[in-house]
């Protein structure tokens, strides 16, 4: 029996084992919805806008390792989504964007709701085709999959002209797999590069492990824990990489970089030996690279040939799938005697001793730290934590001790603002068992709001605990120290009541006035097992980020809170973002 | 460093808008480009000239490489390689300059593949500096039209582009 292309697309779907969809439909994908109206298989999920389906298929995908799927129409339909397109794969999460298109024989005439999508998304997906013809949808589909899904992950779009998903063709069989001439995917290194790795490891004094997203995404948790445990090393990981390894664990020294603590950038400042694991030595990382780890011999493990010495040149390079490197590394370094760095762990202790996330609490205010430590405490440190972009985010990151990997979601690549609330409720719909909260700012919260309207529609419950500051915190917290405090268009003067905005869409809405409240607050939230709860909390509007490292300066400059004067910043900082 | 960068990708609509995005967005130099199939119709081959310093080329090669159009990538430069580069101009001539243009001519074993009362039209097949070494020695104000191929290249001996390291 023939099948037209539309169906074509979703029984290819299907093969895959996809199971959800967010998207939004409009005329160049109606037969597509069409199609997938009579397939029980997938669940779509009717987003509000399509920057949300792209970040909650997002979410979908970190929380789960799934490859998520967005579908979206031609012209602002795919417009839409390019934000969310380019935050997956700045942190290289694997996602297939399915777009219509108007029909192949206007393409290129200004049709209506016509823009080139694949012009349009090329530098922010790591490949995308048009479909030109109905007999290329399933190799298509499973080379997008392919493509997404291995290597160094990202999101892939497959651009479909309507009169194709129209057109009819007796199927073919889903194909198992998939041949590319132009795309091979690295895995087991070389073995003499894992030799050589080893010999610098053996002879290290001070070393560190400095582990990031790769570890998550090439789901190789077990391995970097195994490792960094054979070794007793101490390890520090970046934003991307928080819950690789265990945030309570005695080895761990926390997060690096410009909001790192300050015994891990010091470490990272005196190591004679870093081993980097599926990292990209990003400029927040880094901090001034000239002054980046003076002393070490740096081993960088790296499935992208192109990360490697992109930023910063090291010594031995292993291109890889970090989970197979770390493995062989563990193998070969049972054959080796290593150095007594007992020295360097009292040198740790030290650095350490200086508590660095240490903050000052005052009467009848309500510090944000102390709402993240709440937060873990009430979540018994298990919950699925998104969050948006800011201030907030940064305390999520660092008092929110996170154990298990895929369970703190965030913009860390893009840093896009309205992330958070799709990411969770995405992130619920692949894990329903898990608790999920949003940690967010009323800045933040307000470029997503709408998806609580989808929230109720497929009854995804999300804690939302949004650090109500009053302010664009984290562009205030800049003006503060680098602007002489002139607070340029950083205040948000007419905010909405968060209650009635979350009572009107459904949901349940709780405002946090009094520290005393806070606790009980969010333990009545949570056991809303059924409800999605906006938890509106005032917190100190003057609170910053501590410790930083201010732009232009080295790991072994931060600045600690209530220690250190602000130090005005040098021209090159500045120029800095 | 002038750099020739050979790239073997598939024949497919977009891959030449892939390559040069790549070097517009990450702020790559380009000094020509040249594209064309291969004998294999579902290959085209790409010639790049560009620039810059060996690290900015190695930068260069690696993002070549992970486009997924891409099958392959040689800096000719690094290996022993034949380059060639095809000029057409258009010199206006008059009795008095005509006898310098001959001699130039001859010089540099150019073809005429053209002339009409007052103009020449010039043929010169070389490697870029024989050509710029060539127009230099032109007088400019007689210059009418100057159109040049860029740069192809080839490696030389038992070195393939296509198969093989
Ligand atoms: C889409 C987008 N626009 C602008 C920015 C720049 N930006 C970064 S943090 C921030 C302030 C965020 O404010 P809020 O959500 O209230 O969080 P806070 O810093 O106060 O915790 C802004 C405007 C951004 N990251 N994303
Ligand atoms: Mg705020």
Known sequence: MKLNGAQILVNSLKSEGVKHIFGYPGGAVLHIYDALNACDE???????????????????????????????????????????????????????????????????NDAFQEVDAVGITRSCVKHNFLIKNINQ???????????????????????????????????????????MRSYQVPSRADSAKINAAADLIALAKCPIVYSGG???????????????????????????GLGAYPATDKQSLGMLGMHGTYEANMAMHDADCVIAAGVRFDDRVTAN??????????????????????????????????????????????????QDISLWWSQIDQWRSVNS???????????????????????????????????????????????????????????????????????????????????????????????????????????????N?????????????????????????????????????????IKVEKEQDLKPALIEAFKQKDRTVFLDILTDPTENVFPMIPSGAGHHEMLLAGRDEMASMNDDGLNLV | MRHIIS????????????????????????????????????????????????????????????????IKVTDLTATEHIERELLLVKVNVNQQTQVDINKQIDAFSCKLVDVSEDIYTIELAGKSKKINDFLANLDASKILDVSRTGVTGICMRNRNLTKGA
């Open chain 1, 42 to 108: 997938i669940e779509h999920i009717l987003v509000r806008h399509e920057q949300g389906a792209a970040h909650a298929a997002d979410g979908y995908t970190r929380a789960s390792g799934k490859c998520g799927v967005t579908l979206v129409t031609s012209g602002p339909g795919i417009t839409n989504a390019v934000t969310g397109i380019a935050t997956a794969y700045m942190d290289s999460i694997p996602m297939v964007i399915i777009s219509g298109q108007v029909p192949s024989a206007l393409i290129g």
């Open chain 1, 137 to 179: 949808i399933v190799n298509t589909i499973k080379k997008a999959f392919h493509i997404a899904t291995t290597g160094r992950p990202g999101p892939v779009l497959i651009d479909i002209p309507k009169d194709i998903t129209i057109a009819t063709v007796e199927p073919k069989p889903y194909p198992n797999s998939v041949e």
């Open chain 1, 214 to 240: 790769g570890c998550i995404i090439g789901n190789a948790y077990q391995e970097l824990r195994a490792f960094t445990r054979q070794l007793g090393f101490p390890i520090t990981q970046t934003l991307m």
């Open chain 1, 289 to 338: 690279i000239d002054k980046f780890c003076p002393n070490a011999k740096i081993i960088h493990i790296d499935i992208d040939p192109s990360s490697i010495s992109k930023n910063v040149a090291v010594d031995i390079a292993i291109v890889g799938d970090v989970k197979l490197v770390l493995s062989d590394l563990i193998v070969k370094m049972k054959t080796k005697f290593i």
């Open chain 1, 357 to 467: 996330l240490a903050y000052q609490t005052k009467l009848g205010i309500i510090k944000p730290q102390t709402v993240i430590e709440t937060l873990y405490e009430v979540t018994k440190g298990n919950a699925i934590v998104t969050s948006d972009v800011g201030q907030h985010q940064m305390w999520a990151a660092q008092y929110y001790h996170f154990d298990q990997p895929r369970r703190w979601i965030n913009s860390g690549g893009l840093g896009t603002m309205g992330f958070g609330l799709p990411a969770a409720m995405g992130a619920k719909i692949a894990k329903p068992e898990l608790n999920v909260a949003c940690v967010t700012g009323e800045g933040s919260i307000q470029m997503m709001t709408q998806e609580l309207s989808t929230m109720l529609q497929y009854a995804t419950p999300v804690k939302i605990v949004n650090l």
């Open chain 1, 469 to 509: 500051n009053g302010y664009l915190g984290m562009v205030r917290q800049w003006q503060e120290f680098f602007y002489e405090k002139r607070y340029s268009m950083s205040y948000m003067d007419a905010l909405p009541n968060f209650v009635k905005l979350a009572e009107s869409y459904g949901h349940i809405g």
């Open chain 2, 7 to 70: 790239i073997l990708l598939e024949n497919e609509a977009g891959a030449l808008s892939r390559v040069a995005g790549l070097f517009s967005a990450r702020g790559f130099n380009i000094e020509s480009l040249t594209v064309v199939a291969t004998n294999d119709s579902t290959l085209s081959r790409m010639t790049i000239v560009s620039i810059a310093d060996d690290g900015i080329i190695e930068k260069i090669v690696k993002q070549l490489n992970k486009l997924i159009d891409v």
